[in-house]
């Protein structure tokens, strides 16, 4: 029934920029404002990493040191959607970005979310 969808990835040179969007869908749905949503990237070839999460009043963003500064995260329970606006992009920020859902109050581990969305493909040249 839960179903999230990520869009809005793409390729980029460095220092450009990109906003992602991520969906929600299903029982997730109608019930958006109760989940915390996160954000984790992975690269070719290495393990998933965290990127970014808010909590389900909006109140608490968190960020990776390696995207705090220039990565942004919103959310519009209205829509059941979140966004990751993502600005001055290196190369290092290439990989593949999933969004994530968990009814904890706050989690910045990957085994701690308990739906995902499929992905979108970002990828930043030099």
């Known amino acids: 029934q839960v179903q999230l969808v990520e869009s809005g990835g793409g390729s980029v040179q460095a220092g450009g920029s990109l906003r992602l969007s991520c969906q929600a869908s299903g029982a997730s749905g109608r019930t958006f404002s109760s989940y915390t949503i996160g954000w984790f990237r992975q690269a070719p070839g290495k393990e998933r990493r965290f990127v970014s999460v808010?909590?389900?009043?909006?109140?608490?963003?968190y960020y990776a040191d390696s995207v705090k500064g220039r990565f942004t995260i919103s959310r519009d329970n209205a829509k059941n959607t979140v966004a990751l606006q993502m600005n001055n992009l290196k190369p290092e920020d290439t990989g593949v970005y999933c969004c994530a859902i968990t009814m904890r109050s706050y989690a910045l581990e990957s085994h701690e979310y308990d739906y995902w969305g499929q992905g979108t493909p970002v990828t930043v040249s030099s």
């Open positions: 808010i909590s389900w009043s909006g109140g608490r963003p």
